[in-house]
């Protein structure tokens, strides 16, 4: 990350336009880590049909087995990642409240502790840079980025959340967001 870069740790990219026909096309991916190493995220809006239980071989708590698998990039699809959110969560290595994990034990603590308000969501695969890629691609308008939250991370629907982000941003993002995914179609 070049001195004149800033940070995106704690963002979202959404692809503004610009993606198609790639594996990026149409999604929403929050930036977890952002320095001079590179930067890695987790695509927010690419549910999969499977289950916690049907893709770890492990014992886990009932909850946690049927918890949704989200696709979280491209990149090593059978590496595990998981965010959780709480009201209070000291500590948190994303934004305020919201954490990155990748130790599969840490993630069954997680399930079996009790905690009216905490949320997770469970990842195959992540989004990652290498040094100076995403400032590039920035630099490029890839992307376009809005401020992360909890509430955005967990409560919008996966499959409303591209559009959802896009109409907030005024109606030159609403256009975007309303066109169809086959232009020969309109």
């Given amino acids: 990350m070049s001195q004149s870069s800033k940070c995106l740790k704690g963002r979202l990219l959404l692809d503004g336009g610009n993606l198609t026909g790639s594996f990026f096309h149409r999604t929403v991916v929050l930036v977890c880590q952002h320095d001079a190493e590179g930067a890695f995220g987790l695509v927010l809006n ?49 934004m305020p409240n919201l954490s990155l994990g990748h130790s599969l034990d840490e993630l069954v603590e997680l399930a079996e502790s009790f905690s009216a308000t905490r949320r997770l969501r469970v990842f195959a695969g992540y989004a990652g840079w290498s040094p100076g890629q995403l400032d590039d691609e920035m630099r490029r308008k890839a992307w376009l980025t809005h401020p992360g939250s909890v509430e955005l991370v967990f409560s919008t629907p996966p499959d409303q959340l591209w559009k959802a982000i896009l109409n907030q941003k005024g109606w030159k993002h609403r256009l975007l967001a309303e066109r169809p995914e086959d232009l020969s179609r309109n």
């Fill in 46 to 94: 690419r549910s999969t049909e499977s289950k916690v239980g049907d893709v770890l071989v492990a014992d886990l708590p009932a909850l946690l087995k049927e918890q949704k698998v989200f696709l979280g990039g491209p990149v090593q699809t059978t590496a595990l990642s998981f965010l959780h959110a709480d009201e209070f969560l000291p500590g948190a290595n994303v």
